[in-house]
């Protein structure tokens, strides 16, 4: 298997515009999730889904940031305008969704920088 | 909630030293703990994890964790580091999900530096 496949892997936009991140899961895993990742906050958990379905979003820091699964083999996230403050590494993590002590796969992330 | 604490944000070592780093947890109930190691321009990998039975558990590339519930600790260890193993380090607690699953909260981490 490929793992878990995020794309880009850089994005420099100014400040103002969208971005769209996107992910692919891992064959056959049924939860996904998004961490964001900045030295002053270290790894953050924004939104996960279960079954394509967001199951908890309370950590999507504003009403510009935005998450769907419309399958089970695609994820993005979407900031909406982007402001300089949401420069960071941006995760997507997937895993089986089954057990409760099963990990989390992860992607090479997204490192996004608004200027 | 949960809620992990990393207090070493960089640590040094001589390669061929031993190695401990710090992990306290603050959970509920009995926690599923984890250890992941992230290299620079990574994403995190997996390098052991706890959920039940024996309290040392064992992981990849020599590294072993000790669970101590009178400590809420997790601290993981290596007899001998390798300059290899200069990354960053994560502790995450994790809390079972209804439907299967568990969500991550994890540490600050602590940078891990070997020297030659």
């Known amino acids: 298997d490929a793992g878990v496949i995020q794309s880009p892997r850089h994005e420099v936009t100014e400040m103002g515009q969208e971005v769209t991140l996107r992910c692919k899961p891992i064959s056959g895993h049924n939860s996904l999730f998004w961490y964001r990742q900045t030295m002053m906050r270290g790894l953050e958990l924004l939104i996960y889904?279960?079954?394509?379905?967001?199951?908890?979003d309370s950590g999507m820091p504003e009403d510009r940031f935005s998450a769907k699964m419309p399958n089970a083999s695609f994820s993005t996230l979407k900031i909406q305008p982007s402001e300089p403050r949401d420069s960071a590494v941006y995760f997507c993590?997937?895993?089986?969704?089954?057990?409760?002590?099963?990990?989390?796969?992860f992607g090479s992330g997204t490192q996004l920088s608004v200027l | 909630a949960q809620s992990v604490t990393q207090p070493d944000i960089h640590i040094t070592v001589s390669e061929g030293a031993s190695l401990e780093l710090r992990c306290n947890y603050s959970?509920?109930?009995?926690?599923?703990l984890f250890w992941y190691v992230q290299s620079p321009g990574q994403g995190l990998q997996l390098l052991l994890k706890?959920?039940?039975?024996?309290?040392l558990v064992q992981g990849i590339k020599g590294f072993e964790a000790e669970f101590k519930r009178s400590q809420s600790s997790f601290n993981l260890r290596k007899p001998s580091v390798h300059w290899s193993d200069a990354a960053e380090y994560f502790c995450?607690?994790?809390?079972?999900?209804?439907?299967?699953?568990?969500?991550?909260?994890f540490g600050t981490g602590t940078q891990l530096k070997v020297e030659l």
């Open positions: 889904f279960n079954n394509n379905v967001p199951i908890d």
């Open positions: 995450a607690v994790g809390a079972g999900l209804t439907g299967g699953g568990n969500k991550l909260t």
């Open positions: 706890y959920f039940s039975g024996d309290t």
């Open positions: 959970y509920g109930a009995t926690p599923y």
């Open positions: 993590a997937s895993s089986l969704g089954q057990l409760d002590n099963e990990k989390l796969f």
